[in-house]
Nanobody, 125 residues
């Protein structure tokens, strides 16, 4: 079992930056692929970014490429999402997810076993 707790969300203006954190506990962190998803009201859960166990491999949704960066610190059992040049359409609840079974990076939420409660990000225009 892995417990995930997100933090770092907030209300910002368009063009600002935020850094989200996801702290993992309850099990060894290193074997897990980690990802960020987001969900806006009335919309399906959307893939944002993913990272491999070492952090050397990453993947991003087209909508955030060049603006967001996913990283992880295995010594701190934490994964981060640095979000720059935020847009109003980035407004959503951001959720951290973990999978111990993946053979590669995946944007499919159904393949992730553990989820945090989410942190709200609101970007005003």
């Amino acid at each position: 079992q892995v417990q995930l707790v997100e933090s770092g969300g907030g209300l910002v203006q368009a063009g600002a930056s935020l850094r989200l954190s996801c702290a993992a506990s309850g099990h060894t962190f290193i074997p897990y692929y980690m990802a960020w998803f987001r969900q806006a009201p009335g919309r399906e859960r959307e893939f944002v970014a993913a990272t491999s166990q070492t952090g050397r491999s990453t993947d991003y949704a087209d909508s955030v490429k060049g603006r967001f960066t996913i990283s992880r610190d295995n010594a701190k059992n934490t994964v981060y999402l640095q979000m720059n040049s935020l847009l109003p359409e980035d407004t959503a609840v951001y959720l951290c997810a973990a999978s111990g079974d993946l053979l590669g990076l995946s944007p499919r939420p159904t393949l992730y076993d553990y989820w945090g409660q989410g942190t709200q990000v609101t970007v005003s225009s």
